[in-house]
T-cell receptor, first 111, second 115 residues
């Protein structure tokens, strides 16, 4: 069965520091992969997606993610975080008719 | 105007009451979804619909029902609400993409509290 694992429930980084959020998936075929962000009190907003082609995907707000088939991973990165990046981040895999979400990683930013 | 709207945004109700949450979209998408979000559990799919005549159960459909009144409208009902249905509920829409699923666009959510 398809699944998505986000190993880190919470991550804290200092403003200006680099960020990497981990995501591992389980899916038999070539996956469609997504990262969404949920700011406090808001719905989910798409950051980026991977369907095929270049394995390094650029998204909004300065985020990028790299698809590594050999590691079944799709980690999200940002070179320098801003206080406004504090939010919850969800990795997801498109599995046939549905999207399956991970349980999320909450990002805290230290001033 | 928002592409995906949900009403109400907040609702407090009592155990045993019937509740309907409504979702409307102006994106022209065929596919619509209902999720619930609980702390630490991420989003779990309740029901999804590929068109007006196609309704499918998700992973946690017990205690819920849905109605796809039109391409643009997808309602979620709790026939007899219970406290463990207290959660944040999201509606989402997407286009069809071959055999896969394209990006989902989310509404702002409905916070439901069942006392």
């Amino acid at each position: 069965a398809q699944s998505v694992t986000q190993p880190d429930i919470h991550i804290t980084v200092s403003e200006g520091a680099s960020l990497e959020l981990r995501c591992n998936y389980s899916y038999g075929a070539t996956p469609y992969l997504f990262w969404y962000v949920q700011s406090p009190g808001q719905g989910l907003q798409l950051l980026l997606k991977y369907f095929s082609g270049d394995t390094l995907v650029q998204g909004i707000k300065g985020f990028e993610a790299e698809f590594k088939r050999s590691q079944s991973s799709f980690n999200l990165r940002k070179p320098s975080v801003h206080w406004s990046d504090a939010a919850e981040y969800f990795c997801a895999v498109g599995a046939n008719d549905k999207i399956i979400f991970g349980k999320g990683t909450r990002l805290h930013i230290l001033p | 105007d928002a592409d995906v709207t949900q009403t109400p945004r907040n609702r407090i109700t009592k155990t045993g009451k019937r509740i309907m949450l409504e979702c409307s979209q102006t994106k022209g998408h065929d596919r619509m979804y209902w999720y619930r979000q609980d702390p630490g559990l991420g989003l779990r799919l309740i029901y999804y619909s590929f068109d007006v005549k196609d309704i499918n159960k998700g992973e946690i459909s017990d205690g819920y029902s849905v109605s796809r009144q039109a391409q643009a409208k997808f309602s979620l009902s709790l026939e007899s609400a219970i406290p463990n249905q207290t959660a944040l509920y999201f509606c989402a829409t997407s286009m069809t993409l071959g055999l896969g699923t394209d990006t989902q666009y989310f509404g702002p959510g409905t916070r439901l509290t069942v006392l």
